[in-house]
């Protein structure tokens, strides 16, 4: 399995940007598709976006972060990343890291490899 850390979490303005990073182990990250999830306190945990296991592939986003959020990744540096703009307080969750070992997932039990989590916090 991969082990991933992600990073880049902290307080901001509502409006504000953030871009989040999640440094993946192991030499098979670009065998795997990733995806990016988050949860708030008492809440599922809601996929955000993913990202096939190819640079520059195919990507999904969910319907709340649509045109404000853009997930990357590069194989050669084992990261994927998330740029989060024109944040809102509804954003506010822990953000995870997630690698199906698949070309391509967005969802389910597909994601069996999990980072620990960042705190993302909007201030209003």
């Known amino acids: 399995q991969v082990q991933l850390v992600e990073s880049g979490g902290g307080l901001v303005q509502a409006g504000g940007s953030l871009r989040l990073s999640c440094a993946a182990s192991g030499r098979t990250f670009s065998s795997y598709a990733m995806g990016w999830f988050r949860q708030d306190p008492g809440k599922e945990r809601d996929i955000v976006a993913a990202?096939?296991?190819?640079?520059?592939?195919?990507?999904y986003y969910a319907d709340s972060v649509k045109g404000r959020f853009t997930i990357s990744r590069d194989n050669a540096k084992n990261t994927v990343y998330l740029q989060m703009n024109s944040l809102n307080p509804e954003d506010t969750a822990v953000y995870y890291c997630?690698?199906?070992?698949?070309?391509?997932?967005?969802?389910?039990?597909?994601?069996?490899?999990w980072g620990p989590g960042t705190q993302v916090t909007l201030s209003s």
């Open positions: 990202i096939s296991s190819w640079s520059g592939g195919k990507t």
């Open positions: 997630a690698a199906a070992r698949a070309s391509w997932s967005k969802g389910g039990t597909d994601f069996g490899s």
